[in-house]
């Protein structure tokens, strides 16, 4: 009996099961047409391109397009161009008339190049034709067979792939579609043996693109891309990148780059860009590019407050500069002649129109805030004035430290009406006692959070005028025209390659302002540090002595007595000198002949009466009331007063506050009479 077979052993067949063996119907024994076509094609394109007739053809298409360009020249584009400034230019008669007389010249300059260009072409053409001819008439086959292997290699040779592979062909990626802004060049789309020319020759952004890279290449810039390029009322703007090293080459050629330019002295200003390491914005400047600045604006007394953004300047791309001392301890830096007394009387032109702010005038040498100063409630320009100024603010500093907690200001002390913050102005700050030099140093290192801040200003940065290096210690540092080593000093020792050129700018003669204002400027709060250079607004010495009488009949501020009483309980400090004695506030206004806002201490009922006033300012948050209404607010504060008249209630303050004073604009009133609070709290 035989064994049945396992199911896993597979049936041994000679001959494959119907249901795999493929199957075809009515298959022709013949290749279908279609078929014989492709492959028939297939075959003679590889034979072409193992003759590289693909390769001849483009060669001689390459040489035919590049004929036509050395024929035309560029200058169909030139004349066109002229074309249309000539329409841009109706109702200028004069530019009209001389870009007509320069159309003339590019057609007549272009009818002479196409008769020297045929020519030559004809010449050419027809030595090769001659010895075609000579070879077809002697009949010889070896002569033919070099003649076209001659001509095929030439077509082969010019038509060959050049091309390098991109970074994404390289790592696989997908290509990305990139858009060129108008005037983009590259090195590749330089014309062929062009040469440098001067910028003002440039009518359009594509010309001036390119005439910014050709300087580069023949000045040795790695610069390879210009794009952006913008006609500016000074000049011209564009971005560029380098394609090795920083754009601080562009820097260390500027000077050369001036000259293939034709532009004046600075007249080349590269800005690196912070966001792009390899790319930087260029300026070429022809004119004034602060023509069109705006001039100040006008502040009203006691319209904004310390913590304000106030507008000072304008950068050369005409953003504005706006800039904020809350708290910020500056240095300012100019050379004689460089307008540090403008940018100091800036920068107090909006302080002076603070609310919450008291503004100290200090200059050792000079005039200071000079034309501000009716509205600076403190002048000290004598030894003695300056030490004892910067000794009282210093304790007071100190005293806020140890008051911010009572009052629930928490971190930092906070500015009001009430409790005002101090600016104080220290110009040539060199040439001060060496006593002053270490209290405003002092000051400077623990002024910020109690808002007394300083605002040094020297003629230079090193530490030949500072003698201590606290420019690198200063948050905010501005710089103008000056010598290379206060840019240093200030912005670092790399400062020059990295774009900080303030050396460059020239100080004011007496006939000519040059770039008098013009600043560097970093660490301004909320804004990048980027080397801009930027022009500061100076307003004419009538208008900020105006504006000195307005704020000071509207009122100058006093210190809060809070802190002034709290100044009794704080040690002095140990700066390692002797120093004077603490004054108190009448007795520092006397001794720099401020105006002590005729104070006389109150007591009784005059007192009592000057207290309830002072309550009901601060509770309704103003500053200044007029009589009727700081009756009305006594009369709701307390019983006591319902009965009073406005007659009585100013003979009852007379005595010890006197008569009442204008006040300023109030509401629809163009300048009412009452009491100013910082007045009456001044007699407690």
């Known amino acids: 009996m035989a064994t049945p077979l396992t199911d896993e052993r597979p049936t041994l067949l000679l001959v494959p099961p119907p249901a795999k063996t493929a199957v075809f119907k009515d298959e022709s024994a013949t290749r279908k047409p279609a078929a014989s076509v492709r492959s028939i094609t297939q075959t003679t394109n590889r034979i072409a391109h193992l003759a590289l007739l693909p390769h001849t053809l483009r060669g001689y298409r390459q040489l035919g397009r590049r004929w036509l360009t050395r024929f035309h020249d560029d200058y169909p584009q030139m004349i066109a161009s002229t074309d249309t400034a000539i329409r841009e230019a109706a109702g200028d008669v004069t530019l009209e008339a001389r870009l007509k007389d320069r159309r003339s010249e590019l057609r007549a300059e272009y009818r002479r190049h196409r008769l020297t260009f045929t020519g030559k072409t004809a010449g050419v053409a027809s030595a090769v034709a001659g010895g075609v001819t000579f070879g077809a008439a002697t009949g010889s086959l070896w002569l033919d067979l070099i003649a076209g292997i001659g001509a095929m290699g030439l077509g082969a040779f010019h038509g060959r792939d050049r091309s390098e592979p991109t970074v994404e062909t390289a790592l696989g990626l997908p290509a990305e579609d990139t858009v060129r802004t108008h005037g983009a060049v590259t090195l590749t789309d330089l014309p062929e043996g062009a040469r440098p020319f001067p910028i003002r020759r440039a009518e359009t952004p594509e010309q001036a693109a390119v005439c910014v890279l050709l300087a580069m290449v023949a000045e040795n810039v790695p610069v390879v891309e210009v794009w952006d390029m913008e006609r500016q009322p000074w000049g011209w703007q564009c971005k560029v990148r380098v394609g090795e090293s920083t754009p601080e080459a562009i820097i260390a050629k500027a000077g050369g780059l001036e000259t293939r330019f034709d532009l004046p002295t600075n007249g080349v200003r590269p800005q690196p860009m912070v966001e792009r390491r390899a790319c930087a914005i260029l300026r070429l400047v022809e004119g004034n590019p602060f023509a069109t600045a705006p001039?100040?604006?006008?502040?009203?007394?006691?319209?904004?407050?310390?913590?304000?953004?106030?507008?000072?300047?304008?950068?050369v791309g005409g953003d504005p500069l706006e800039i904020c001392l809350a708290g910020v301890m500056g240095l300012w830096v100019a050379a004689s002649g460089g307008g540090k007394t403008g940018i100091l009387q800036s920068l107090a032109e909006g302080t002076t129109a603070c609310y919450d702010n008291i503004t100290i005038d200090i200059d050792p040498f000079g005039d200071g805030l000079e034309d501000l100063g009716d509205c600076v409630r403190l002048t000290a320009r004598t030894d003695e004035q300056i030490e004892a100024t910067l000794l009282f603010f210093l304790v007071m500093a100190k005293a806020r430290a140890r008051l911010r907690k009572k009052l629930g200001m928490g971190r930092k002390w906070v500015a009001s009406r009430e409790h005002p913050a101090v600016t104080i102005f220290f110009d040539e700050f060199p040439k001060a006692t060496e006593l002053a030099k270490t209290l405003a140093i002092a000051l400077m290192l623990v002024g910020r959070k109690e808002l007394i801040q300083v605002e040094f200003a020297s003629q230079g940065a090193t530490t030949a005028?500072?003698?201590?290096?606290?420019?690198?210690?200063?948050?905010?540092?501005?710089?103008?025209?000056?010598?290379?080593?206060?840019?240093?000093?200030?912005?670092?020792?790399?400062?020059?390659?990295?774009?900080?050129?303030?050396?460059?700018?020239?100080?004011?003669?007496?006939?000519?302002?040059?770039?008098?204002?013009?600043?560097?400027?970093?660490?301004?709060?909320?804004?990048?540090?980027?080397?801009?250079?930027?022009?500061?607004?100076?307003?004419?010495?009538?208008?900020?002595?105006?504006?000195?009488?307005e704020r000071k009949a509207a009122g100058l501020l006093e210190p809060d007595q809070h802190s002034l009483r709290a100044m009794a309980d704080v040690d002095l400090p140990d700066v390692g000198m002797p120093l004077p004695r603490l004054l108190t506030w009448e007795q520092l206004l006397r001794l720099c002949d401020a105006d002590p806002g005729e104070r006389v201490t109150a007591d009784g009922e005059a007192r009592t009466l000057i207290e309830d006033a002072v309550a009901v300012m601060e509770k309704a948050r103003v500053d200044r009331m007029k009589t009727e209404a700081l009756l009305l607010a006594l009369r709701d504060f307390d019983e006591a007063y319902l009965e009073w008249t406005v007659d009585e209630l100013k003979a009852a303050l007379k005595p010890s506050v006197g008569s009442p004073e204008t006040l300023g604009r109030i509401g629809d009133e163009q300048n009412p009479r009452g009491y100013k609070l910082a007045k009456l709290t001044n007699l407690l």
């Open 295 to 315: 001039g100040l604006p006008y502040r009203a007394p006691l319209s904004m407050s310390i913590t304000d953004r106030f507008r000072i300047g304008t950068s």
């Open 465 to 549: 005028y500072l003698q201590q290096n606290i420019a690198q210690m200063i948050a905010l540092k501005a710089v103008g025209p000056c010598k290379v080593g206060d840019t240093r000093a200030v912005f670092g020792d790399d400062a020059v390659r990295e774009g900080w050129l303030s050396h460059k700018l020239s100080p004011a003669t007496d006939t000519d302002p040059k770039d008098a204002g013009h600043i560097f400027i970093q660490g301004v709060p909320g804004r990048g540090d980027e080397p801009i250079e930027y022009a500061i607004h100076e307003a004419p010495s009538e208008t900020l002595r105006k504006l000195a009488a």
